[in-house]
């Protein structure tokens, strides 16, 4: 089977660093995948990591370490707008499609 | 370039009775997903569509649920009948090619049933 564990909540102050832990357990592992996700909203696409390393995009980057099992999404210079729930995803086992953890909730608070 | 579009966008039904979604995804993306969201839980997936052909239907609990996708575009999902644990955002998602990496998520359409 698959899994994958994050933190459910986390809390940060506008402006600051946070960052948002993932490890997962998966057989034929390809890569990892960021979905950000504003309540009532559709989750959108922030970053995937198929090798070991940082990518970063803008204020977001995003770390995977296949060794590990482990990857984080780091969100910089905080801004209120960043409150979502953020997901990683790893493909399904053989398949073309996702399998998703349960969320972390960021709040960004003043 | 439009995104998915999924309608309704809110229904209400009380239990046992029917209901269909519908998807519409980016032009040109091959693979169309649907997705069951139960609040406080990420995406599960339900099925998967490669064209019009089903790639993976494992999760979809068949007794109730049903889905098509007959000229490889839009895609309908139907629940009958509806149970009270059913009340949940329905998503729909497109990929171009391998959805293992990025996918294209509609707004949903958030489901009630009581």
């Known amino acids: 089977g698959q899994s994958l564990e994050q933190p459910s909540e986390v809390t940060a102050v506008e402006g600051a660093i946070v960052q948002i832990n993932c490890t997962y357990q998966?057989?034929?592992?390809?890569?990892l995948s960021w979905y950000q996700q504003h309540d009532g909203g559709a989750p959108t696409f922030l970053s995937y990591?198929?090798?070991?390393g940082l990518e970063e995009t803008g204020r977001f980057s995003s770390f995977l370490s296949r060794s590990d099992s482990y990857g984080y999404l780091l969100l910089q210079e905080l801004q209120m707008k960043d409150s979502a729930s953020y997901f990683c995803?790893?493909?399904?086992?053989?398949?073309?499609?996702?399998?998703f953890g349960t969320g972390t909730r960021l709040t960004v608070i003043p | 370039e439009a995104g998915v579009a999924q309608s309704p966008r809110y229904k209400i039904i009380e239990k046992r009775q029917s209901v269909a979604f519908w998807c519409n995804p980016i032009?040109?993306?091959?693979?169309l997903y649907w997705y069951q969201q139960i609040l406080g839980q990420g995406p599960k997936l339900l099925i998967q569509?490669?064209?019009?052909?089903?790639?993976?239907d494992s999760q979809l609990p068949k007794d109730r649920f049903s889905a098509e996708r007959l000229k490889g575009v839009d895609s309908t999902l139907k629940i009958q009948p509806a149970k009270l644990e059913d009340s949940a955002v329905y998503l729909c998602?497109?990929?171009?090619?391998?959805?293992?990496?990025?996918?294209?998520f509609g707004p949903g359409t958030r489901l009630l049933v009581l």
């Open positions: 998602a497109s990929s171009l090619d391998r959805g293992r990496e990025t996918q294209y």
């Open positions: 998966t057989s034929g592992f390809y890569g």
């Open positions: 990591n198929a090798l070991d």
């Open positions: 995803a790893v493909p399904q086992t053989g398949a073309n499609n996702l399998f």
């Open positions: 032009s040109g993306h091959a693979t």
């Open positions: 569509f490669q064209n019009n052909g089903v790639v993976d």
